[in-house]
Structure formats: structure tokens, C-alpha cells
């Protein structure tokens, strides 16, 4: 089993920046990517962005070059870096692990982004 812990969200004014963390931790697994969705109230959840264990990037399209993901394989970790956020940014930002044994999600941190 795992479990993951988020942290980093906040209100921020338009145009302010936050980084997310993201760590995972239990028993013995491999994890092959983790990464970031968001689920805004009334919006299905998106994808923001993911890292695979080899360092592969993906981004969606709306991130347009704002954000960056980073990962620390030997801590189990993922971050986001999110500058010149956005109102439209605002939702629940949840870290997700692909492991070998199944899939994980944390259970959320706030993100607001005030205009």
C-alpha cells in the first residue's frame, strides 16, 4: 500500500507562484511516474502533469510553459512549481503515483487563486 502526502497550496493572488510537494511513502513498491491532476468544482479531473521514473515530461496544454515538474526518485517525491498562476488555476491539486502494483492519489491540496 501507499500512501502520498501533499502540501504547498494556498491562496495566491493572480500572478503569484506556488510549489506543490508530494511524497510518497509504504511499503516496499516502484513507482513509474507520478505526477499532478487538478479537479476545479463542477470540472472533471485533468491532468496537469506527469514524470515518468525516467524523467519524461508531460504537460497539458493550458500549463503553457508556466509550470515545472521535478522529481526525487530516492525520496519517492514530486513537485510543481507554478508561477504566474491564474483565477482559471484555482481546484484541488492531487499528486497520483503509477506503480507497479496499482495506482495511487493523495487526498488534495487547496490551490485559490484570487483576481
Known amino acids: 500500500q501507499v500512501q502520498l502526502a501533499e502540501s504547498g497550496g494556498g491562496l495566491v493572488k493572480a500572478g503569484g507562484s506556488l510549489r506543490l510537494s508530494c511524497a510518497a511513502s509504504g511499503s516496499s513498491f516502484m513507482a513509474r511516474a507520478m505526477g499532478w491532476y487538478r479537479q476545479a468544482p463542477g470540472k472533471q479531473r485533468e491532468l496537469v502533469a506527469a514524470?515518468?521514473?525516467?524523467?519524461?515530461?508531460n504537460y497539458a496544454d493550458f500549463v503553457e510553459g508556466r509550470f515545472t515538474i521535478s522529481r526525487d526518485n530516492a525520496k519517492i517525491a514530486v513537485y510543481l512549481q507554478m508561477n504566474s498562476l491564474k483565477p482559471e488555476d484555482t481546484a484541488v491539486y492531487y499528486c497520483?503515483?503509477?506503480?507497479?502494483?496499482?495506482?495511487?492519489w493523495g487526498q488534495g491540496t487547496q490551490v485559490t487563486v484570487s483576481s
Open positions: 514524470i515518468t521514473s525516467g524523467g519524461i515530461v
Open positions: 497520483k503515483i503509477w506503480c507497479q502494483s496499482g495506482n495511487y
